[in-house]
């Protein structure tokens, strides 16, 4: 019969017996005298009493070692969270001041509207006052383009006057968009759809200009020849301002 | 125990929140416990001081790493069991040149004579506390804290384990190991009694 090792005998006089030990106790006399034994040896080891400590003693450690205990900082979360509060209530106000701006100036823009309509129930002087608005917008947008044209894309300060005028001549452009189809001038209208699409573009590129926006602009622009398109209708225009005959048919 | 707990985590809660004063609380509600296990490990009672104050500093420093669903009590009760553990492996014993008596090559320490009185010129009445304080050193750093946790706190094998960062299996046989030499150090006086 296997006997339970000395390690095992020291297990079950501790209450810490394998199963199977206890198992094998409950049938082996001299096992179970082993830990007997084992259990008197152990209980003649008595705890050693440390020293009595008062109540104050707590507060005497706390003495000797409080002077090397650095503070802990408040957790950075907090001081981020504040800081984030305040930078999206910022962010909420710009918006709120650029949607404000850019509703003003469709009001503003659709407020000028009516002189431009109200020519259409008089076609005689309606022609002198469209030619005068639309060649003042071409030559905006022809200035626009230009600036883009060359416009620094890594510079990303020149954004916000682009974006600005952008904004400004897309409401414009609408107007004149309008009036050239009720014209019937297809090749101002088809040059005109084609300013509309950058210009907004421009104006309301999703998350704001950048870089490559700026570079994927520039790359539309060159690739349509909408500047020289621009450059073309804005002298056609300008011939039809000084009352000379254009070059080319269609007008506006 | 609950309500300490409780109390307890606050303290923690405000000490991370800046409030280092808030740390004396658990000072406070800790420190005897701890110089109980501290002296019995290191047997000196200057030592266990050290031993005290070297735990709550120690404590303190790695506050930030205390998991909220531990207890403070058992986790600053680990610490101190550690320091323990460093203050009585660096001390040398006594000065006095020793004889190698064995070795344990499973924890690579030397053991070495017992140079107190033998059992026969002490009085059976302070024979067994003073045989027994002497057989305590003849063991190694990590059996005699094995020992204390086992015998005099009464802790379970895995407690153990995890204070002296070991295996429960390992903290098995270094209990096993203490209890096997100090029962043959304490041989005689049951001869003799």
Redesign the interface.
């Known amino acids: 019969m296997m006997h339970l090792s ?2 095992d005998l ?2 079950l006089a ?1 209450g ?1 017996g394998a199963p199977a030990a206890d198992h094998h106790l409950s049938g082996c006399a001299e096992c179970a005298r082993s830990v007997a034994e ?1 259990k008197s ?2 209980a ?5 009493d ?2 009595i ?1 008062d109540e104050n ?3 005497r ?2 003495e ?3 002077g ?8 950075r979360w907090k001081w981020l969270g504040s800081r984030l509060v305040w930078g999206l209530g910022y962010a909420a106000v710009c918006a709120v001041l650029v949607a404000g701006a850019f509703y003003a100036g469709r009001v503003w823009e659709h407020g000028r509207k009516p002189p431009v309509t109200a020519s259409t129930s008089t076609p005689q002087p309606r022609q002198p006052i469209v030619v005068v608005v639309l060649s003042d917008h071409l030559d905006r947008s022809e200035r626009l383009l230009v600036e883009l044209k060359h416009v620094d894309a890594h510079n990303s300060e020149m954004f916000p006057p682009l974006r600005d005028e952008a904004r400004t001549l897309l409401a414009a452009n609408r107007v004149c968009r309008k009036d050239a189809e009720q014209a019937g001038d297809p090749a101002l209208e088809g040059a005109l759809d084609h300013l509309d699409h950058l210009l907004g573009q421009l104006a309301n590129q999703p998350g704001g200009l950048n870089t490559a926006a700026i570079a994927h602009l520039q790359d539309e622009m060159n690739a349509d020849g909408l500047l020289f398109e621009v450059r073309v209708l804005r002298s056609r225009v300008h011939d039809q301002k000084s009352g000379r005959k254009p070059t080319n048919g269609g007008t506006a | 125990m609950v309500q300490m707990r409780k109390d307890d985590h606050e303290a923690i809660r405000a ?4 409030d ?1 004063e808030a ?2 609380a658990l ?6 416990t701890l ?2 296990v501290a ?2 490990i290191t ?1 000196n ?1 200057a030592d ?2 050290e031993v ?2 070297d735990a ?2 120690r404590g ?1 420093r790695k ?2 790493g205390f998991e909220s669903r531990s207890d403070f009590g058992t986790w600053i009760y680990r610490i101190a069991v550690r320091c323990a553990l460093d203050k009585v492996s660096g001390r040398r014993p006594d000065g006095v040149s020793r004889v190698a008596e064995e070795n344990d090559p499973e924890q690579n320490e030397m053991q070495v004579a017992d140079m107190a009185a033998g059992p026969d010129r002490l009085l059976l009445s302070g024979e ?2 003073a045989l ?2 002497s057989a305590m050193h003849c063991l190694t750093p990590t059996e005699r804290a094995a020992f ?1 946790l ?3 706190e009464d802790r ?2 895995e407690e153990i384990g995890a204070a002296l960062g070991m295996q429960p299996n390992a903290a ?2 270094a ?2 190991r203490a ?2 030499k ?2 043959r150090r ?1 041989a005689p006086l ?1 001869v003799n009694a």
């Open positions: 000395q390690e020291v297990g501790y810490e084992m040896d152990l003649e080891l008595k705890p050693l440390a020293p400590r003693y707590g507060e450690v706390w000797a070692i409080e090397t205990l650095p503070r802990y900082q408040a957790p | 000490v991370l929140a800046g280092k740390y004396s000072v406070v509600r800790h420190s005897r110089f109980r002296f019995r047997g009672e266990a001081d005290v104050q709550f500093v303190y506050l930030e067994i506390a027994q304080q204390v086992r015998h005099m379970s094998t098995k046989q209990v096993f209890v096997q100090l029962r304490l049951r």
